[in-house]
């Protein structure tokens, strides 16, 4: 039986670069609402998102608890930091800054693994090879085309998993270290939406709206977290335990999933910034389609892994995505205040329906079993 794999400090600490990275992000799509600043902060965030991901694979799959490889992770925490330094002013001065240290941090990652036959004709390679010189030739041209050469290389990264599937089925990963490194970046993406919450109403009147909108906005907030870590992360581990390939389950899972789950919440903490700022004002269809657009992919994104882990729908939370992206039109015209409660009574309602689901189902079943059987992955 293979002995079960912790996450080690050295990826703990890693893991605090991202945070501030995520911020960035979030800083950026803070000023650009329409469909090209969404683009262009989903262009940026790819990389940085892939970083941690290769950082993680090449840990979960070797002994990291070591001085060459703790040296290794911190240089790709320090490849990260410049990154996120970089994101602010991505598309103007620091478009090479970003490019080089992402490509630095591929380097790094392909050298810590160096010793394993063929890793150049895997993911890793891909990285060194292409999408890094890509972003570093991409820093070195205007907006336009910098945005195109950026999408390209976010392609090629994002396709390295499925093109290499064969070699990387003979990969041995450990079924328990991956999904909590990957419910710890989820974790790190709500901590941002806290961030959203009390970075803007630190500095509000805090009069009794205000202090509604930011119960409310945090109701949002706890309801995201509990769809994931009370029954989906149970499940999600059990998935890759027991799957025949565990390679398929952590690419479509894991990493493509994780993705879309880390890109709504960042959108729902920028849309929480917008909110609590002046609850009595209407949003505006920006703010919005952040907030609402981020919870709906973020509930559409469990309907996913529940179909590529058990091959079943999950009614409850693709139902409550189609109602919560049909309330945008709605919401556009009333006041913010009025968004964040019909939102976080509809997360509310959501949860109960599952959490009675699930117990009825657990009664016969365990945990896991019982949220593969319910909606409520």
């Not at 002995?3 to 670069?17: G, I, P, S």
């Not at 085309?145 to 392609?155: E, G, H, M, Q, S």
């Amino acid at each position: 039986m293979q002995e079960e794999k912790r996450v080690t400090w050295a990826e703990l600490y890693f893991d605090l670069v991202f945070v501030f990275a995520i911020t960035q992000v979030s800083g950026l799509l803070h000023h650009h609402y329409d469909w090209a600043g969404v683009a262009q902060a989903l262009v940026v965030f790819v990389p940085v998102y892939w970083c941690w991901v290769g950082t993680t694979v090449q840990a979960n799959i070797r002994d990291v608890d070591t001085a060459r490889d703790r040296i290794g992770i911190l240089a790709v925490g320090l490849a990260g930091l410049f990154m996120a330094l970089a994101v602010p002013g991505a598309y103007g001065g620091r478009g090479v800054l970003l490019g080089a240290a992402y490509w630095a941090a591929r380097i790094v990652l392909l050298v810590l693994l160096i010793r394993i036959p063929g890793v150049w004709r895997g993911p890793y390679g891909m990285g060194v090879l292409v999408s890094g010189p890509l972003l570093f030739a991409g820093g070195l041209l205007p907006e336009g085309p910098r945005t195109v050469l950026w999408a390209i290389a976010a392609l090629c990264d994002l396709s390295a998993p499925v093109l290499f599937r064969n070699r990387l089925a003979k990969v041995a990963y450990h079924p328990a270290h991956m999904p909590e490194r990957f419910a710890l970046f989820l974790l790190v993406a709500l901590g941002e939406s806290i961030v959203g919450i009390g970075a803007t109403a630190a500095s509000a009147r805090l009069d009794a709206v205000e202090l509604v909108a930011v119960a409310a906005a945090f109701t949002i907030s706890g309801g995201l977290w509990w769809q994931y870590f009370v029954y989906a992360a149970d499940a999600m581990r059990h998935a890759v335990t027991v799957a025949d390939s565990r390679r398929d389950v952590i690419r479509r899972v894991f990493q493509y999933g994780h993705l879309a789950l880390v890109a709504g919440v960042i959108a729902v903490a920028v849309g929480f910034g917008e909110t609590v700022d002046d609850p009595r004002e209407a949003l505006g269809a920006g703010p919005v389609g952040l907030l609402y657009g981020g919870c709906g992919l973020y509930l559409l994104t469990f309907g996913y892994t529940r179909w590529m882990m058990f091959r079943a729908v999950s009614t409850t939370r693709v139902v409550a995505a189609a109602v919560v992206l049909a309330l945008v039109p709605v919401m556009v015209h009333l006041p913010a205040i009025v968004a964040l409660v019909a939102l976080a009574v509809l997360l509310v309602v959501l949860n109960v329906v599952e959490h009675v689901r699930v117990e009825r189902a657990s009664r016969t079943a365990g945990v896991a079993e019982a949220a593969a059987v319910s909606g409520a992955v």
